[in-house]
C-alpha cells in the first residue's frame, strides 16, 4: 500500500502528515483528526487499512505540538482556533477539495468547530467517542470515576491533593480508569501504547487539564451544544458500550444533527477502531459509500 509523509508549513512550523493509498476513482479521500490533546495519531492506524478495503485514501496528521510535526515552545497556540486553523491548512496544502472528515475525542471538538464554520466541500462527518460539551464530559468522567474500587478512588484522591501526580502509584491507579473506558484490550496494542506514551503533557495540560475528569485548561468552558442544528452533512456517530464518552454526554449529538446516526460497539469503550477494527471499519467504509452516493440513491 503505498504511503506518502510530508510537511505542511503552518504558523512558522511544520505539521506532519501521512497519505495512506492512492484513492479509487470515485472514492473521496478521509481526512483524520485524532484526540488529546497533546496526543500523536498512531493509536488510529487501524483505520490504516481502509485505502485496501475501500479503495479510499485515509490521511493522517499529528496536531501541531506533538509527534512527528514540530514541537513550538509557546503556550500561546494551545487554543482551540490553533488546531481549527491547522486542519483547514492540511486540506488546503494537500488538495482535499472534496472530502471526508473523522474526528475522534479531542478530535471530535476540533472537528465540530471547523464545520461550524461552513467550509465548502464536506462530503461527511464522523464523530467518533466525541464531545460537544466539556462540562457535560467532566460530569460523566467525574461520575465514572467515583465507580472506581474505593482504594484506587482513595489513591487518586490523594496524589491529587498532594499535587504528586507523577508518582508511579497514581500513573497506576489512572491505568484502572483507562483500562476501563479508554481500552479494554490487554495488553495494549503497540500503536496505542507509542501514542499514549508520548502525549505532550503541556499542551495536554494548558488545553485539557491534569486529568480526564478534572478540566482546569483553556477547554473547560468549551460547548457547542446549541450549535449543533447548524451542521448540515451526513454525520455518523460512533462510541463504544464501554466508553469514556458516555451515553449521557454523547446523547446531545445524535439528538441535536439532524439525520445524525449513532452506532454503539458493544465489546469496545473508547476506541472501539482498535477493540474491533474489523467490524468498525466495514460501518464506517459503508457509511462513507452511502454519504458519497448521489442524494437521490441515498433517498431511495
Given at each position: 500500500m503505498p504511503v506518502i509523509e510530508g510537511t505542511v508549513p503552518f504558523l512558522g512550523h511544520h505539521t506532519w502528515y501521512r497519505v495512506v493509498g492512492n484513492g479509487r476513482a470515485g472514492r473521496l479521500p478521509l481526512l483524520v483528526v485524532n484526540g488529546g490533546p497533546g496526543c500523536p495519531h498512531d493509536y488510529l492506524d487501524d483505520l490504516a487499512a481502509l485505502p485496501e478495503e475501500t479503495g479510499r485514501q485515509v490521511v493522517f496528521y499529528d496536531q501541531t505540538g506533538c509527534g512527528r510535526s514540530d514541537h513550538p515552545d509557546d503556550p500561546a497556540l494551545w487554543v482551540m482556533s490553533t488546531f481549527v486553523e491547522e486542519l483547514g491548512a492540511v486540506r488546503a496544502a494537500l488538495g482535499l477539495d472534496r472530502v471526508h472528515l473523522y474526528g475522534h475525542s479531542w478530535g471530535s471538538q476540533i472537528a465540530l468547530e471547523y464545520v461550524l464554520t461552513r467550509p465548502a466541500g464536506l462530503a461527511?462527518?464522523?464523530?467518533?467517542?466525541?464531545?460537544?460539551?466539556?462540562?457535560?464530559?467532566?460530569?460523566?468522567?467525574?461520575?465514572l470515576k467515583d465507580s472506581l474500587p474505593a482504594d484506587v478512588r482513595e489513591t487518586l484522591d490523594r496524589h491529587e491533593a498532594a499535587g504528586t501526580l507523577d508518582d508511579e502509584e497514581y500513573q497506576e491507579a489512572c491505568l484502572e480508569f483507562?483500562?476501563?473506558?479508554?481500552?479494554?484490550?490487554?495488553?495494549?496494542?503497540?500503536?496505542l501504547v507509542r501514542s499514549f506514551t508520548n502525549i505532550r503533557e503541556d499542551v495536554a495540560g494548558t488545553l485539557w487539564g491534569a486529568t480526564e475528569w478534572n478540566i482546569t485548561g483553556n477547554l473547560k468552558d468549551w460547548d457547542v451544544t446549541g450549535r449543533l442544528r447548524e451542521i448540515d452533512l451526513p454525520v455518523l456517530i460512533t462510541s463504544g458500550r464501554h466508553d469514556v464518552a458516555t451515553p449521557a454526554a454523547v446523547g446531545p449529538l445524535a439528538d441535536g444533527i439532524r439525520g445524525a446516526s449513532w452506532v454503539v460497539f458493544e465489546e469496545s469503550s473508547h476506541l472501539p477502531s482498535a477493540e474491533e477494527p474489523e467490524r468498525y471499519r466495514q460501518v464506517l467504509g459503508d457509511f462513507l459509500a452511502a454519504a458519497e452516493a448521489p442524494t437521490a440513491a441515498r433517498a431511495a
Amino acid at each position: 500500500m503505498p504511503v506518502i509523509e510530508g510537511t505542511v508549513p503552518f504558523l512558522g512550523h511544520h505539521t506532519w502528515y501521512r497519505v495512506v493509498g492512492n484513492g479509487r476513482a470515485g472514492r473521496l479521500p478521509l481526512l483524520v483528526v485524532n484526540g488529546g490533546p497533546g496526543c500523536p495519531h498512531d493509536y488510529l492506524d487501524d483505520l490504516a487499512a481502509l485505502p485496501e478495503e475501500t479503495g479510499r485514501q485515509v490521511v493522517f496528521y499529528d496536531q501541531t505540538g506533538c509527534g512527528r510535526s514540530d514541537h513550538p515552545d509557546d503556550p500561546a497556540l494551545w487554543v482551540m482556533s490553533t488546531f481549527v486553523e491547522e486542519l483547514g491548512a492540511v486540506r488546503a496544502a494537500l488538495g482535499l477539495d472534496r472530502v471526508h472528515l473523522y474526528g475522534h475525542s479531542w478530535g471530535s471538538q476540533i472537528a465540530l468547530e471547523y464545520v461550524l464554520t461552513r467550509p465548502a466541500g464536506l462530503a461527511s462527518l464522523t464523530l467518533a467517542g466525541p464531545i460537544a460539551s466539556a462540562p457535560a464530559h467532566q460530569a460523566e468522567t467525574r461520575r465514572l470515576k467515583d465507580s472506581l474500587p474505593a482504594d484506587v478512588r482513595e489513591t487518586l484522591d490523594r496524589h491529587e491533593a498532594a499535587g504528586t501526580l507523577d508518582d508511579e502509584e497514581y500513573q497506576e491507579a489512572c491505568l484502572e480508569f483507562y483500562g476501563r473506558w479508554l481500552c479494554r484490550l490487554d495488553p495494549w496494542p503497540p500503536h496505542l501504547v507509542r501514542s499514549f506514551t508520548n502525549i505532550r503533557e503541556d499542551v495536554a495540560g494548558t488545553l485539557w487539564g491534569a486529568t480526564e475528569w478534572n478540566i482546569t485548561g483553556n477547554l473547560k468552558d468549551w460547548d457547542v451544544t446549541g450549535r449543533l442544528r447548524e451542521i448540515d452533512l451526513p454525520v455518523l456517530i460512533t462510541s463504544g458500550r464501554h466508553d469514556v464518552a458516555t451515553p449521557a454526554a454523547v446523547g446531545p449529538l445524535a439528538d441535536g444533527i439532524r439525520g445524525a446516526s449513532w452506532v454503539v460497539f458493544e465489546e469496545s469503550s473508547h476506541l472501539p477502531s482498535a477493540e474491533e477494527p474489523e467490524r468498525y471499519r466495514q460501518v464506517l467504509g459503508d457509511f462513507l459509500a452511502a454519504a458519497e452516493a448521489p442524494t437521490a440513491a441515498r433517498a431511495a
